[in-house]
């Protein structure tokens, strides 16, 4: 009696969301910074701990690793307990960004920390490690002697200052800091008579790193802001790279005040900024990629620490040259980050401090347009404004139909601001508009597919809010048309008077790319979204190669985009992704069952051909290849040993080696310039490289493919070759298996399949009972 099959149930085998698990190391200062008896625990391997994040504390975390590295007792207490409390006063941990872990929230899987002072400890061990003479203080000595101590203690001094500035913007640092009483002594220093610009600089660095931490303004010393200062009133003029750090950290700390809530600090900081004389010097060499993110910080924090009519100036401040080179730095910046993160893609990029400075600057310029774009209707005026253009002046229908849609739809009044932009300068063209409009009707087209200026304005109004982030949205993606709009000049008239924006001519470029496309695709009245669609896909396809400087050039781009050639875009990838639904569906997971077994034909394969044994030229430094030296290579039946024999050694004279297979970590094909042969490499942990060469790509693959597939860490490691074998074997077995499938069956329907055995259709004759007819016909004919 067979035993029914029992299903095994379920188990979730991952660990909860609240375990971690990482690794922590050992600072390399310890060994310098703990007494000698405390080191030896130091040199142990990394530990790897397992923290449930639900239980845990951070002073329990620090005490298991003291204890794992036996420096619990190197800081005894005055009680003589080592409690994970007074540990942790000892102890803790840095992050891989040389932050002080504070919260073991922070921690994520795969977390790597380092095992380091407690901040009140190496705050103390750093300042410890200075000269009790500051710099410059005189010395009893020879003239020579004095000197030469003199400067040996400034650059002491100054070593243990660029020491904390790494720590100084973190707030357990201050607090560690000011329990110590080292602030103050730090502040002090500026009191000093005849500073070092290296110095200054160094403090002038820690000091923004402390206001950033939470220090009170009310604590600087006023030669703080008698340094900033003299450097706002007579910036550098010759580019020196020195004198430009200190005026990085000036700027730095001008923008840290406007952006306190410190009211007196705001508005003395806002008198000292010259916004045109600290520009120019993004031109120079020296730091220029640091000046230009902090001028780029300082203008935002002045705009919106100032007045509005000082934010109107600074508005117009965008049309100014020196202001527009400083735009233009920060884009070719924004432009290297992309390319080094990702060549193909610049969107998926890491957000960086110039992309976000960018874009706060993009909502400053388009201040006035924020403003009616947030308005529910048009005002009266507006309207009848509105009224007065000439593609309304017939039809009453269609004048009340306007009025209607400007007093309740969103954003009509910024829609209003553009037609009207458009009515004054471009005038023709919408006459022109208009009279297309009116020979459609003469020729009795339907009503239907007439020009429709007004939706689809609305449509078009919609689609640049939306893309340069008007409303206050997110734009990142569309970041570069935004920076079009930055660094494009004012358009002028012959007379010197401004015409627009770039924004407003923007607008103008959409909708005759979008009058065009109304009659590309045929639309009729009420389709004007989807005219809207299509030109946001061309304004993406332009826009992500980021070859476009201005609203010209964009325009010229768009024209260029057919609507054809958008649909063939569109075809491609719906068929692209039909095909990924399909193989991500149940055929899909038949690949993913199936792969383990077309992956096991190849790599069995390549291991028997390797078991054949090859005959390698061997390579001579220095000499050319000879044809009849060479090794014999061969991998032994059982698969665990590699025999190498030198083809022109004596026999018995040790021309043989062995090698065991597990101490092959890597097989490679190398191809050296010129005419050389390409070359079989193996890595061996108990010798040096062994390096052999045929001309034969097919052996050289099969040996790369068998030798790594019988190593763990290389298995998966198939040359492209392979690879493809494998998805060809693969889809084979597919192919094969499902052959016996209906072919009115759907994908869908596979799941249900009941897989039954052939039924024979009863109007069919019976099977026969023997088919060994089949087997004596086949001989007859062989014979």
């Not at 026999?651 to 190398?670: D, L, M, N, P, Y």
Request: charged fraction near 25%; aromatic fraction near 6%.
């Amino acid at each position: 009696m067979n035993t029914p099959a029992k299903h095994l149930k379920a188990v979730d085998t991952s660990q909860p969301a609240h375990v971690v698990k990482g690794g922590i190391v050992v600072d390399p200062r310890l060994f310098q910074w703990l007494p000698p008896s405390h080191k030896q625990g130091l040199s142990a391997p990394p530990l790897l701990m397992q923290v449930d994040l639900s239980k845990e504390t951070l002073s329990k975390l620090i005490s298991r690793a003291a204890v794992a590295y036996a420096v619990e007792e190197a800081f005894p207490s005055a009680s003589g307990s080592t409690s994970p409390t007074d540990l942790a006063h000892n102890f803790g941990f840095l992050d891989t960004n040389d932050v002080f872990i504070t919260a073991l929230s922070r921690l994520h899987n795969g977390f790597t920390l380092r095992f380091t002072f407690s901040p009140e400890r190496l705050v103390n061990q750093l300042w410890s490690e200075r000269l009790d003479r500051p710099p410059n203080t005189p010395i009893e000595h020879s003239a020579a002697g004095a000197a030469a101590a003199a400067n040996s203690t400034a650059v002491q001094f100054d070593s243990t200052l660029s020491k904390l500035v790494p720590y100084c913007s973190q707030r357990a640092v201050l607090h560690a800091l000011d329990e110590c009483a080292i602030t103050e002594e730090l502040l002090q220093l500026y009191d000093k008579a005849d500073l070092e610009r290296p110095t200054t600089e160094l403090l002038m660095n820690i000091t923004c790193g402390l206001i950033a931490a939470g220090l009170d303004w009310e604590r600087l010393p006023e030669k703080v802001f008698e340094i900033v200062e003299g450097l706002m009133k007579t910036p550098s003029s010759g580019g020196d790279p020195n004198s430009n750090v200190s005026l990085i950290h000036s700027i730095r700390l001008l923008t840290l005040a406007l952006e306190s809530e410190n009211a007196p600090m705001r508005a003395r900081s806002l008198e000292l900024v010259c916004l045109p004389a600290l520009c120019p010097l993004v031109s120079r060499q020296a730091n220029a990629e640091k000046l230009t993110k902090e001028l780029l910080s300082l203008f935002r924090s002045v705009f919106y620490a100032s007045e509005s009519d000082r934010r109107l100036a600074l508005i117009e401040f965008f049309n100014e040259p020196v202001f527009k080179n400083v735009l233009m730095a920060a884009s070719v910046h924004v432009d290297r980050e992309a390319t080094v993160t990702s060549a193909s893609n610049l969107h998926h990029a890491v957000t960086s401090p110039f992309k976000s400075c960018l874009l706060d600057l993009l909502q400053i310029r388009l201040t006035e347009y924020t403003a009616a774009a947030i308005e529910e209707c048009c005002s009266t005026d507006v309207i009848k404004k509105m009224l007065e253009l000439r593609e309304v002046e017939d039809d009453d229908d269609l004048r009340a139909e306007w009025v209607a849609t400007l007093r309740e739809t969103p954003r009509s009044a910024l829609t209003a601001r553009f037609l009207l932009y458009m009515h004054r300068h471009n005038g023709d063209l919408l006459d022109n508009w208009r009279k297309e409009n009116k020979l459609r009707s003469l020729c009795g087209a339907p009503l239907s597919t007439c020009w429709q200026l007004l939706p689809l304005a609305m449509n078009v109004t919609d689609v640049i809010v939306g893309i340069l982030a008007i409303d206050g949205g997110e734009n990142r993606e569309w970041l570069w048309l935004g920076l079009t709009v930055l660094l494009e000049e004012t358009q002028q008239t012959s007379s010197g008077a401004l015409v627009g924006l770039p924004i407003e001519r923007l607008f103008v470029e959409c909708m005759q790319r979008g009058h065009a496309l109304w009659t590309e695709m045929g639309t009729k009245r009420g389709e004007e979204q989807q005219v809207a669609f299509a030109l946001t896909e061309m304004l993406w396809s332009v826009v992500r190669h980021r070859g476009v400087k201005t609203v010209a050039e964009l325009a010229e781009a768009l024209r260029s985009i057919s609507y054809d050639k958008l649909r063939e875009d569109w075809d491609e990838e719906l068929k692209k992704r039909t095909d990924a639904e399909e193989i991500g569906g149940i055929v899909g997971d038949l690949r993913r069952k199936l792969e383990p077994l077309a992956l096991s034909y190849v790599t069995t394969n390549r291991i028997n051909s390797i078991k054949m044994g090859f005959q390698f030229k061997k390579i001579f430094k220095g000499k050319q290849v000879k044809d009849s030296a060479g090794e014999l290579w061969k991998l032994e039946g059982n698969g665990n040993f590699l025999t190498i024999r030198d083809i022109d050694a004596p026999t018995g004279e040790g021309g043989s080696q062995r090698i065991e297979v597990k101490e092959i970590v890597g097989a490679v094909i190398e191809r050296p310039k010129g005419n050389a042969l390409p070359r079989l490499r193996l890595s061996v942990t108990t010798g040096p490289d062994l390096v052999v060469c045929t001309e034969e790509e097919v052996v050289l693959r099969s040996w790369v493919d068998g030798l790594n597939s019988l190593n763990e860490a290389t298995h998966g490691q198939l040359s492209k070759e392979s690879k493809a074998l494998v998805q060809r074997l693969l889809t084979m077995e597919v192919r094969v298996r499902l052959l016996s499938l209906p072919d009115s069956i759907r994908l869908s329907d596979l799941s249900s399949l009941p897989f039954s055995p052939i039924e024979v259709d009863s109007a069919s004759p019976p099977l026969p009972d023997s088919f060994k007819w089949c087997t004596d016909a086949l001989k007859k004919v062989h014979v």
